[in-house]
């Protein structure tokens, strides 16, 4: 129950909706005032200001959209709930726009609008409402030993610049780890420069690499500097290097021995002072038993390996995980963190989390926007799963019992649709967003995948990057 002495006042032309918002917010031991009006509300602030407002949109004497400014600028800490049976998108994203701590459409239901009003006062006066600056953002956080060895590695290469291989699964946070590798070097004054190879087709990527002259091809309107030149004096950072052409791979390696290059189309030898820092979700010595990767390459790069794991074999660190993380997402949407139960985190802990930190941190960001109440318990976390987003915890059979507990009466359509979903989003990271490579990857065509993305509502972060690019 909350403590007494907080006020919630409340704004509705409706009689009957003001005496049920009253009621509920008498019996959780809430003070209460309501006005019908703009003009009553306004008059009471002479006197009083509420802790909490619950507020219509449309109102005899004004527009509650408006007056939402008016508002936030006078109380910026004393939250308001739009409740409104004109729900519509364009009234949605404004009440946000304006400051508005969460909007309900009517009929409302009060058990969601109570746990919302909760939340609200414990934010109104929690300093998360404003931003921190205070509390360090580490982007490598972990206490369990396979984390250690990571960490302990970045510490012994701290005054190096030798190549370095990281390997890993998708989102597992390589570049974070090259940066890091950057931060604590003697080039850390210099630029890191990252670059993509599956993100880039393969006609494309010798230039973005090293750079073209004017006239090197068709459309090569200007000089073009690479990669290479960018990352002078700094960290050249290679992600899914895997990915690379062989042909590009033999240039790559002639760059690396003799340490100079010229652009596409020149003449001129550029030298390349950059340290090399590759990573891969491949296994690159499968790879090269396979005749896809040079060998030579894989030695020259592979000076020292830093495997980064799954979190699947560090769910010990979850809690510390979820800590920053929904803290981090609280602070983005203007939230407060929402408390897990013990329960939810065991919870947690058993997901099988293909997407690795990737996908804790899109799904902490989920939890901080849908969670209604300040604490999540394991039930919610099982609500949240069943409505999409995130796939069951178990594994073959055990996974498809998971679908028939969470989902029993849509399990067969929605383990379709979370399989489909899973496999399109891996081919999109495989090949960094670009439709056709990843179509070619699931062995469908370029159309078939659009429509699936549109049906699947995947979002627009799966757009082609070279879409708009000029081909040489």
Known sequence: ??????????????????????????????????????????????????????MDIRLPDGDGLRFLPEWIGGYPDRPVIVVTAHADFQNAVAAYEQGAFEYLPKPVDLNELMAVVKRALEIGSAPTRHPVASRPRAPLIG???????VFRQIGRLARSEVNVLITGESGTGK??????????????????????????PGELLESELFGHERGAFTGAVAIHRGRFEQAQGGTLFFDEIGDMPLALQTRLLRVLAEREFSRVGGRESISADSRIIAATHQNLAELVEAGRFREDLYHRL????IRLPPLRERTTDLPLLLDH????????????????????????????????????????????????????????????????????????????????????????????????????????????????????????????????????????????????????
Request: aromatic letters at 6%; charged letters at 25%; hydrophobic letters at 40%.
């Open 302 to 305: 592979n000076v020292v390996e």
């Open 143 to 149: 206490a369990a030993p396979v984390m250690q060895r």
């Open 325 to 472: 993380f929904l803290r981090d997402a609280a602070e983005e949407l203007g939230t407060s963190p929402p408390r897990l139960t013990p329960d939810a985190v065991v919870e947690l802990q058993h997901w099988p989390w293909p997407g690795n930190v990737r996908e804790l941190i899109n799904f902490c960001r989920k939890l901080a926007l849908e969670t209604p109440g300040p604490v999540t318990a394991r039930e919610d976390l099982i609500r949240l799963r069943s409505q999409g987003g995130t796939t069951p915890s178990g594994d073959g059979l055990e996974g498809f019992r998971d679908w028939l507990r969470i989902a029993p009466d849509g399990a067969y359509a929605r383990a379709l649709d979370a399989a489909e979903r899973a496999l399109i989003e891996a081919a999109l990271e495989r090949s960094g967003g670009h439709r056709q490579a990843a179509a070619r990857l699931l062995g469908i065509g370029r159309n078939t995948l659009t429509r699936k993305i549109g049906n699947l509502e995947l979002g627009p972060g799966t757009r082609s990057p070279g879409r708009d690019r000029r081909r040489p």
């Open 1 to 54: 129950m909350p403590a007494r002495g907080l006020s919630v006042w409340v704004v509705d032309d409706d009689d009957s909706m003001r005496w049920v918002l009253e009621k509920a917010l008498q019996k959780e031991s809430y003070e209460v005032e309501s006005f019908a009006r703009l003009e009553g509300l306004r008059g009471a602030l002479v006197h009083d200001i509420p802790n909490a407002l619950i």
């Open 175 to 200: 570049e974070l780890v090259a940066r890091a590798l950057h931060a604590h070097s003697p080039r850390a004054q210099g630029p890191f420069i990252a670059i993509n190879a599956a993100a880039i």
